[in-house]
């Protein structure tokens, strides 16, 4: 069954350094999203992504954080300038048409020291 | 706005004990998906079921049995005689539908509730 794949699945970063989380979408889907979970807390939107432009972002998609579709595989999420409170698992989802089930990636642990 | 409340925060039993996991919801849509999600200790996050709101029969998975009552804006998620694989902490989310004016189907999660099946 075909599956949202995420790499790196950790990274450890230094603060105020710029990191890219990669994700590759099930192939036929059209809408994508980054979600957040900081440890041992729920699962929070980040931005959504439809038609090659971001379609809603939350308040804690400020301006360090950016999405792109560089090509038709990858859907990317970079960060600026890191914080300590950037880190979190970082959950890449797909999704084939509205409202049909949401596939989530593994994640990408992301630690900012 | 949309909220999801899982008030239990953590639940513990004894192996072939039945679990319910509870979910209040607040909408003001007419259409909506609830939707819930397992997340094992490994950390990814696994897709259970969606529901949509027009339709509530209850549904039947194996072990798994969900009750959606929309008087009382719950979604509620019966384990059935529980085995330690099933010790996760679930999730239960809701979204917007299209008729309802959603343009993103974002979804919005509960805090969560940690399942431990005990031995």
């Known amino acids: 069954e075909p599956e949202v794949t995420q790499t790196p699945s950790h990274q450890v970063t230094q603060m105020g350094q710029e990191v890219i989380l990669r994700c590759v979408p099930i192939?036929?889907?059209?809408?994508f999203y980054w979600y957040r979970q900081i440890l041992g807390q729920k699962v929070e939107f980040l931005v959504s992504f439809y038609n090659n432009e971001i379609s809603e972002k939350s308040e804690i998609f400020d301006d360090q954080f950016s999405v792109e579709r560089p090509d038709g595989s990858n859907f990317t999420l970079k960060i600026r300038s890191t914080k300590l409170e950037d880190s979190a698992m970082y959950f890449c989802?797909?999704?084939?048409?509205?409202?049909?089930?949401?596939?989530f990636g593994n994640g990408t642990r992301l630690t900012v020291t | 706005a949309q909220k999801v409340t899982q008030a239990q925060t953590e639940i513990s039993v004894v192996e072939k004990e039945d679990v319910t996991l509870d979910c209040v919801y607040e909408t003001r849509d007419t259409t909506y998906y609830l939707f819930w999600y397992k997340q094992p200790p490994s950390g990814e996050l696994v897709f259970l079921i969606r529901?949509?709101?027009?339709?509530?029969q209850n549904e039947i998975s194996g072990r798994y049995s969900w009750n959606f009552q929309k008087s009382t804006s719950s979604f509620n998620f019966t384990i059935t005689a529980s085995q330690v694989v099933d010790s996760a902490v679930y999730f239960c989310a809701l979204s917007r539908s299209k008729n309802s004016g959603g343009s993103n189907y974002k979804l919005t999660f509960g805090k969560g509730t940690l399942l431990t099946v005990n031995p």
């Open positions: 989802a797909s999704m084939k048409l509205h409202n049909s089930p949401l596939h």
């Open positions: 529901r949509n709101s027009f339709d509530e």
């Open positions: 192939s036929n889907h059209l809408y």
